[in-house]
């Protein structure tokens, strides 16, 4: 529902001279009325998506029937007209053509083989993406980074050395976490960076009998915002 989507996403790829192609998380059009009630009824959210400039609603997994009448109410109800639809499926289409879907010779992408899958390219233009997205804090003396007086460094919280994948994600071919990368480069200076998760260690008993739950201890980690998770000390889950 951002207003970002049309008036500065579509700013940044103009430039390029090819159509920004919007997709919707997967059920996140749904999630306008289940879950967050930002409106009263699907056809209206439906219809807000696609005039906020959402070009695929991504729902209901491979049903698009459901999709198909909620949006189809949304124009008998004139909350959409054709041209908004006409719009997304003109942006959706001119993507299918550059990827060579209607034409296979002039797939810009058949001479790929898995060798570019890691390749050297894509490494060193995922450190760029990673390097310019950190944010750097100035030290006016406060932090004690000078290597001589500061031999020691803690790297604290759930995060630490520690790499999720996401759900949208493939299997990484390698991974860089920050207490690893700390400890390698103080390592060759004499130095020492120590990983503390700082997570509560738990045990749970049965509220009905007192009787321990389980052999296994938890860790907890509070997220923030009253997000809490419990991991096995057995098993890691």
């Not at 940044?12 to 920004?20: D, H, I, K, Q, S």
Request: glycine fraction near 8%; charge should be negative.
């Amino acid at each position: 529902m951002s207003p970002l989507v049309e008036a500065e996403l579509r700013r940044w790829a103009g430039p390029t001279g090819r159509e920004l192609f919007a997709v919707s998380a997967a059920e996140a059009p749904s999630n306008l009325v289940d879950l967050e009630h930002y409106f009263d009824d699907h056809p209206e959210g439906y219809a807000a998506a696609l005039k906020a400039g959402i070009d695929n609603l991504t729902n209901q997994h491979e049903d698009s029937a459901t999709m198909t009448s909620r949006l189809r109410e949304a124009l008998e109800s004139d909350l959409i007209d054709e041209g908004d639809v006409d719009r997304a499926v003109r942006r959706q289409l001119e993507l299918r053509f550059r990827l060579g879907e209607f034409d296979p010779d002039l797939d810009p992408y058949a001479g790929n083989g898995p060798e570019v899958i890691d390749c050297s390219a894509h490494r060193a233009l995922a450190r760029k993406a990673a390097t310019e997205s950190v944010v750097l804090l100035k030290n006016e003396g406060l932090l004690l980074l000078d290597r001589s007086r500061t031999p020691r460094i803690a790297v604290i919280g759930p995060l630490a050395d520690t790499l999720y994948e996401d759900r949208y994600g493939g299997t990484m071919p390698y991974q860089v976490r920050i207490a690893a990368v700390l400890n390698a480069a103080r390592g060759c200076h004499g130095g020492e960076v120590i990983r503390v998760e700082d997570a509560d260690r738990i045990a749970l008993r049965s509220r009905t009998t007192g009787e321990p739950l389980g052999k296994a201890a938890f860790d907890v980690t509070d997220w923030g915002g009253g997000a809490l998770t419990l991991r096995s000390t057995a098993d890691g889950r």
